[in-house]
């Protein structure tokens, strides 16, 4: 297993204005390593494998860092567990998710603004974002 992907996110932070600490490149270097989906507990494991002592709290502040910057993006399986994934873009878009093998692709085609703001507008409210994301099951998984 190579480490480019992960040597590739920390030059992407670094390129984003974060200063980088040795331990906290440890820590963008093994997110860019993971595969999938993955969740804050999955990769306390995979920083403790490969650099020990590292404390929880920097891989914690060093995840919602990533997240603040746009080179991660935190989305909510159906059962409410925050994942994390790489590869989206930073623009707003939606998500379908597979409840089978927690893929999720992403949808770049907003289709439910125009129902947001009539929504929001028919409550008295000034809309300022939307959420939405749907779940299934994905091709792969239904053939099972
Ligand atoms: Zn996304
Ligand atoms: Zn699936
Ligand atoms: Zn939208």
Redesign the pocket.
């Known amino acids: 297993m190579g480490n480019s992907e992960g040597v590739d996110l920390v030059r992407r932070a670094e390129q984003r204005g974060v200063r980088l600490g040795a331990s906290r490149a440890h820590v963008i270097r093994v997110i860019g390593e993971m595969r999938r989906p993955f969740n804050a507990s999955e990769l306390l494991e995979a920083v403790e494998r490969e650099t020990p002592g590292v404390g929880r709290a920097t891989v914690f502040r060093t995840l919602q860092l990533l997240c603040d910057i746009g080179l991660l993006e935190q989305v909510r399986l159906d059962d409410g567990q925050p994942v994390y994934i790489a590869d989206h873009s930073d623009a707003h878009h939606h998500h379908l998710i ?6 999720i692709v992403e949808i770049a085609d907003c289709q439910v603004g125009r129902l947001a703001q009539v929504i929001a507008k028919d409550q008295g409210f000034q809309l300022t974002g939307h959420t939405f994301d749907i779940y299934g ?6 053939k099972g």
């Open positions: 597979c409840i089978g093998c927690d893929t099951l994905c091709s792969e998984c239904r």
